[in-house]
C-alpha cells in the first residue's frame, strides 16, 4: 500500500517539523505521517495499515478516497473548477436546494465558506443583523474555530490563542452531566444549567441578546452529550431575550449523530441559524450556513467568501450526501454506534480508569479519571493509551478540557467486524497500562 517508495516516514515528519508553524500539534510522542488512505483505514510511508477511528476529526464521513465522492468531485475539476459566487454555478444551486430540503424548519437559505470558523462568523453576522443586538450566547467547553470571534467564543484556554478580545461573547454553564456545574444530578436537577440562561442574561447582558451558539453535542469539549430536555429550555429562555438559536453542527452534522441529518433533532428543537463543515464533503473543504429566509434576508450588505460554493466543494457534499442517502448510513450509525457503546460500557465494568462513557451514533466519548470516586482528570492514561493503540494499528483522537477523553469517531461507513477489530486493541491498550 505504500503509495510513495520514496518517502520515509522520518522525511516526512522532517519537512512538518522544519517548515510548519510549531503551534500546529500533532497527536503522539513521535508523530505519526500518513500517505495514503482507503475506507476506514490510513497507511504510512513504511506501508504499516491502520484503523482510522478519528476519521480526520469526524470529517472523512464516508470513508477515505471513497470512489463515489472522487468520481464526482474529480469530473467537476475537469470541467469548471472556479468562477466565483459572482456567476452562478449549476453544482452551488443544486447543492443549496438539496440542504433546503434536508435542514429542519424553515432553514432554507444558504452561504457557502471553507471552513467551520466562517460558517460559525456567518451565523454570528445574520444573527446579529437580524436582531439589532451585538450580544452572544456560548457555552463554557464549546469550540468555534480559529478566527478572533471563533476564539472569543471558544471556552477551552489553551485555544483562545488570540490576543484580540471580543467583547459581548458571555459563556454559560455547560449542560455536562458527568461533572454538574451546579454540583447537581440529572433528572432531579430540572436542568439548571439551562434554566441559568435566565440569570446570566439578566446579569451580564444588557438583557436582549443576538443569539446563543451551542453545538448539540460539544465536539472538542469530550462529546459531551446535553440532557434531552436542554435546549428546549434554553432556547425557549433565549427567545424571550430577543435571541435566536444557532446550532453548531459543524461535528454532529450529516448523520453522525445517527437516525438523523443533524444532532439538534434529537432534541425536539428548530434553530433559527445552522453551521457545519467537517464531514459535509468527506474531507474536501466547506463551510456552510443556513437560515431562515427571514434571517438571511436581514442582512443588507455585501458579502463574499471568494472560495466559498467553489463548484468542486459543492460537487462533493452533493456525492457525499447521496452516498448516505443510498447507503442508508444514518440508520448504520445508530447500529454500529450502539453495538460500539455497549462494548466501550461492558468495558467500563473492568476498567476503573473509565469514568463515564457517553455519546450518540460513531460520537463516543470515554472519560479517563484517577479513580471514578475523585474523578481527578486523567490525561496521561490517555497518552500512555494512545501509545498502545498506535503500536496495536488503532487510530483515536481525544478531546475535553483536560484532555482525558477519548473521542472515537470512525467513518461512518464503518463495518462490525472493524468496531470489534478496534475494540479488541482498545481493550488490550487498557490491560497494558
Ligand atoms: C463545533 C465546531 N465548530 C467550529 C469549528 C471550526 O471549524 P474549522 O476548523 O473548519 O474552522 C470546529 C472545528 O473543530 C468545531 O468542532
Request: charged residues 20%.
Amino acid at each position: 500500500m505504500t503509495e510513495n517508495a520514496k518517502t520515509t516516514n522520518a522525511e516526512i515528519t522532517k519537512k512538518y517539523k522544519d517548515f510548519l508553524i510549531p503551534g500546529v500539534i500533532t497527536y503522539y510522542g513521535e508523530p505519526l505521517p500518513l500517505v495514503s488512505g482507503k475506507g476506514c483505514c490510513v497507511y504510512d510511508a513504511e506501508g504499516r495499515e491502520y484503523l482510522d477511528f478519528f476519521g480526520g476529526i469526524l470529517t472523512v464521513s464516508v470513508g477515505h478516497c471513497n470512489e463515489f465522492v472522487t468520481a464526482r468531485f474529480t469530473d467537476q475539476a475537469r470541467k469548471l473548477q472556479h468562477v466565483s459566487t459572482l456567476y452562478p454555478t449549476l453544482p452551488i444551486g443544486e447543492l443549496a436546494e438539496k440542504l433546503a430540503g434536508l435542514a429542519p424548519g424553515n432553514l432554507k437559505k444558504s452561504f457557502f465558506t471553507s471552513s467551520g470558523t466562517e460558517a460559525d462568523e456567518t451565523a454570528v453576522m445574520l444573527a446579529q443583523h437580524y436582531t439589532g443586538q451585538v450580544e452572544i450566547i456560548a457555552l463554557r467547553h464549546c469550540y468555534s474555530g480559529r478566527s478572533a470571534l471563533a476564539m472569543n467564543m471558544t471556552a477551552h484556554s489553551p485555544w483562545r490563542t488570540s490576543k484580540i478580545l471580543v467583547p459581548g461573547i458571555h459563556h454559560a454553564p455547560a449542560p455536562y452531566c458527568y461533572r454538574c456545574p451546579f454540583h447537581l444530578t440529572y433528572p432531579a436537577c430540572d436542568l439548571a444549567c439551562a434554566r441559568d440562561l435566565e440569570e446570566l442574561i439578566k446579569t451580564e447582558t444588557c438583557g436582549k441578546i443576538a443569539a446563543f451558539i451551542a453545538e448539540p453535542i460539544l465536539g472538542v469539549g469530550g462529546f459531551i452529550v446535553p440532557p434531552k430536555e436542554y435546549f428546549q429550555v434554553a432556547v425557549e429562555i433565549v427567545r424571550k431575550a430577543g435571541g435566536v438559536f444557532i446550532a453548531d453542527e459543524v461535528q454532529t452534522g450529516w448523520g453522525r449523530t445517527g437516525d438523523h441529518w443533524f444532532g439538534i433533532e434529537h432534541f425536539g428543537v428548530v434553530p433559527d441559524i445552522m453551521t457545519s463543515a467537517k464531514g459535509m464533503a468527506n474531507g474536501v473543504p466547506i463551510g456552510w450556513t443556513i437560515a431562515t429566509p427571514e434571517i438571511a434576508d436581514s442582512l443588507k450588505g455585501l458579502t463574499i467568501s471568494t472560495f466559498g460554493g467553489n463548484p468542486v466543494s459543492c460537487a462533493a457534499a452533493q456525492a457525499t450526501i447521496e452516498f448516505i442517502e443510498k447507503e442508508n448510513l444514518l440508520a448504520h450509525v445508530r447500529k454500529m454506534g450502539d453495538y460500539f457503546r455497549g462494548l466501550l460500557t461492558e468495558l467500563q465494568q473492568s476498567q476503573p480508569k473509565i469514568g463515564d462513557v457517553r455519546g450518540m451514533g460513531l460520537m463516543l466519548g470515554v472519560e479517563l479519571v484517577t479513580d471514578r470516586k475523585s474523578k481527578t482528570p486523567d490525561p496521561q492514561s490517555v497518552i500512555k493509551l494512545f501509545e498502545e493503540t498506535r503500536k496495536q494499528g488503532l487510530l483515536i483522537g481525544k478531546g475535553g478540557l483536560y484532555g482525558n477523553v477519548l473521542r472515537i469517531s470512525p467513518p461512518m461507513t464503518v463495518t462490525k467486524e472493524q468496531v470489534d477489530a478496534a475494540f479488541k486493541i482498545l481493550k488490550s491498550a487498557f490491560e497494558r497500562i
